[in-house]
């Protein structure tokens, strides 16, 4: 199987592997506020709502955290950094061509990572949604589409968009190849 990585986007103006879900709740207001005054059109005009968007946010986490945990996970944080395997043309324009960061997943131990078909908060409360599922079985998934992971993300592309990764461990970050 070739090496698999996840990829973490941020906007231009941000710094990488960070969220705003660490920040103490007035915090992540105010920096949402700025945020979207700061950059209209483009990935934070998801702060614009964000006495919406954040409470489902928090929801979001809460049922990631249990469920990584209910399948054998042990995170080191309560709000994971986002990734999405192998990339995303999508997520690279939404995040404005920004800051890539890219991580080998051979490096990161199962008990860290967690993956989802499709953005966790936009599936959370849709019929489609699937549960999180482990680094394992994401490599049986790939072996079930003879080991290629073109064709199997090609498959996933056309429901779900792409698979995001939950890294609930920041060691990692040592690891870290900077793409852009």
């Given at each position: 199987?070739?090496?698999?990585?996840?990829?973490?986007?941020?906007?231009?103006?941000?710094?990488?592997?960070?969220?705003?879900?660490?920040?103490?709740e007035?915090?992540?207001?105010?920096?949402?506020?700025?945020?979207?005054?700061?950059?209209?059109?483009?990935?934070?005009?998801?702060?614009?709502?964000f006495?919406?968007?954040?409470?489902?946010?928090?929801?979001?986490?809460?049922?990631?955290?249990?469920?990584?945990?209910?399948?054998?996970?042990?995170?080191?944080?309560?709000?994971?950094?986002?990734?999405?395997?192998?990339?995303?043309?999508?997520?690279?324009?939404?995040?404005?061509?920004?800051?890539?960061?890219?991580?080998?997943?051979?490096?990161?131990?199962?008990?860290?990572?967690?993956?989802?078909?499709?953005?966790?908060?936009?599936?959370?409360?849709?019929?489609?949604?699937?549960?999180?599922?482990?680094?394992?079985?994401?490599?049986?998934?790939?072996?079930?589409?003879n080991?290629?992971?073109?064709?199997?993300?090609?498959?996933?592309?056309?429901?779900?968009?792409?698979?995001?990764?939950?890294?609930?461990?920041?060691?990692?970050?040592?690891?870290?190849?900077?793409?852009?």
């Amino acid at each position: 199987m070739q090496a698999l990585y996840i990829i973490h986007y941020c906007h231009p103006s941000c710094t990488p592997l960070q969220s705003i879900t660490r920040l103490p709740e007035q915090e992540a207001y105010e920096k949402a506020k700025a945020l979207s005054d700061q950059n209209k059109g483009d990935a934070f005009g998801r702060f614009a709502d964000f006495h919406n968007y954040y409470p489902k946010r928090i929801r979001t986490e809460k049922w990631l955290y249990h469920h990584f945990v209910a399948i054998g996970g042990k995170p080191e944080t309560e709000h994971p950094l986002y990734f999405v395997l192998q990339g995303s043309d999508y997520l690279e324009s939404w995040f404005a061509n920004g800051k890539a960061t890219a991580l080998p997943l051979f490096s990161i131990s199962s008990e860290h990572v967690s993956f989802t078909f499709g953005d966790s908060m936009a599936k959370m409360d849709k019929p489609e949604r699937k549960d999180p599922f482990t680094k394992e079985e994401l490599y049986r998934l790939i072996e079930n589409n003879n080991g290629d992971i073109s064709q199997f993300l090609d498959g996933i592309r056309q429901q779900y968009t792409y698979i995001e990764a939950q890294l609930w461990n920041d060691i990692y970050s040592h690891f870290a190849i900077r793409l852009k």
